[in-house]
């Protein structure tokens, strides 16, 4: 595999009032192409930011970005909205119009791009197949469960082909069903569509089923990366550690209650 994004000594601050708050402290990561990669980390570690620094939702202070050839980080305003059409991205909070159907929501994308609507009904109902929607077409958000929405979210996210798949907290605010399912889905997209997927996560099962290496984020640095596995079996970061700690209890105890959880 050859190395498809690139991060090189990223910083980021942000400034309140007087108060300039340094979340990002000299990022350097190379992520292999189609790869599952994860970021994790506690709550406030930086790891929202770093991907939405990759994509320059977020203007990073220093450093640079590459994905493959292209160094997003160099780009001017109309040279990043068409390098971010190859960039997909789903939310924690899905992100959907409410007022429009499921197949509008997923045609957005399209339409803004001003693809010939034979196209986006074909794109449309292939996405809403591989997403296991094809029955909620015509349906509206409101009447969604949250793992539907999310896979609505996902087959967004996939509409203009990305080569790259950013995914903020994709499963917290699901049930663990739901979960399991999206991360299975988003396992499938990359083994069948080969995209490069970077998983921001705080929850150590995710990343676990389906991650093939993670990075350790603490306090803006990176304290340790590699394979899951062995990051898993034998952590050195004391983020590392706590996780582990927490996750063994939380299956303790999950087991102990008969599988109600905590």
Not at 50 to 67: A, F, H, M, Q
Not at 96 to 119: C, H, Q, R, W
Request: aromatic share 6%; proline share 3%.
């Amino acid at each position: 595999m050859s190395t498809y994004i690139r991060i090189e000594d990223l910083h980021k601050s942000f400034k309140n009032k007087n108060e300039k708050t340094e979340v990002l402290k000299g990022i350097d990561l190379s992520i292999n192409k189609g790869e599952i990669y994860g970021i994790v980390g506690f709550s406030g570690a930086g790891k929202s930011t770093l991907v939405r620094c990759i994509n320059r939702l977020e203007e990073p202070d220093s450093g640079k970005v590459w994905i493959g050839d292209t160094e997003i980080t160099a780009l001017n305003k109309k040279q990043l909205t068409e390098r971010r059409k190859k960039i997909g991205m789903i939310f924690q909070q899905f992100n959907l119009f409410d007022s429009m159907t499921v197949f509008k929501n997923i045609a957005y994308p399209l339409k803004l791009v001003g693809t010939p609507k034979k196209e986006i009904e074909k794109k449309v109902d292939k996405l809403l197949e591989l997403v296991g929607l094809s029955d909620k077409k015509n349906a509206y958000p409101g009447s969604l469960s949250g793992g539907q929405k999310q896979r609505v979210g996902i087959a967004r996210s996939l509409a203009n082909d990305p080569d790259v798949l950013l995914s903020d907290e994709a499963t917290s605010a699901l049930d663990p069903v739901s979960t399991l399912s999206i991360l299975d889905l988003l396992a499938q997209i990359n083994d069948e569509l080969g995209v490069t997927i970077i998983m921001i996560t705080h929850e150590l099962e995710a990343a676990k089923r389906i991650c093939g290496k993670i990075a350790v984020l603490e306090n803006g640095v990176i304290t340790e990366k590699g394979n899951t596995r062995d990051i898993f079996l034998d952590p050195k970061s004391s983020t590392g550690k706590i996780f582990l700690e927490v996750y063994r209890e939380f299956r303790q105890e999950h087991t102990y209650s008969g599988g109600g959880g905590i």
